[in-house]
């Protein structure tokens, strides 16, 4: 006889931009669906829903994480970080917005908030010899990656006397479509 296993509901706190939340959910409820249908967080984005593209990540603890992979009960006591939350409160984050407009390193914008929330979180601590490996859990269909690694660039001050997005020696510009 196979029996059925029925999901239950349960109360989960966690703090989401800086602002508390408690939110009952099913335990069988992704965080993604959590964050962006009953939170209202617009900027996680669901794309392959499996964990390959990054257009859903979110900070989770200061590392990213894809949020269509964790379920919502995981995430007790968390500190979770949206691309709004990081990007529309701090100075950092209003560079990291200016460096994307600068190298107009976007096309339909679908992957951007993520790919921005990504990289705002490096630490730049050291110089980005590989700045596609930075990005590598993040996927742009319109193939913006030139601009956008321009844009991390600028960013983390790793142009190394080349402050114009320029990488590999190719212009953002030959890049973009009309
Ligand atoms: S939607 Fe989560 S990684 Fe693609
Ligand atoms: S700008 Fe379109 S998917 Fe990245």
Do not use: W
């Not at 800086?18 to 335990?27: D, I, L, P, W």
């Not at 956008?148 to 990488?167: F, L």
Request: charged share 15%; hydrophobic share 40%.
């Amino acid at each position: 006889m196979t029996e059925s296993v029925q999901a239950m509901n349960t109360t989960v706190r966690f703090s989401l931009d800086g602002k508390a939340v408690a939110v009952e959910v099913a335990t069988t409820e992704r965080l993604i669906d959590t964050l962006r249908l009953r939170l209202g967080t617009a900027g996680i984005r669901e794309s392959c829903g499996v964990g390959a593209c990054g257009t859903c990540s979110v900070l989770r603890n200061g590392y990213v994480v894809s949020a269509c992979l964790l379920l919502t009960v995981m995430l007790e006591g968390d500190d979770l970080v949206s691309a709004e939350g990081a990007l529309g409160s701090s100075t950092h984050g209003a560079a990291v917005v200016q460096a994307f407009v600068d190298h107009r390193a976007y096309q339909c914008s679908f992957c951007t908030p993520a790919m921005a929330l990504t990289a705002a979180s490096l630490t730049c601590s050291e110089p980005i010899e590989n700045v596609a490996h930075e990005l590598a859990g993040n996927f742009c269909r319109c193939g913006s990656y030139p601009r956008v690694y321009g844009a991390v660039e600028k960013i983390c001050g790793a142009s190394r006397g080349n402050d114009d997005g320029v990488v590999n020696g190719q212009q953002p510009e030959e890049t973009v479509a009309s």
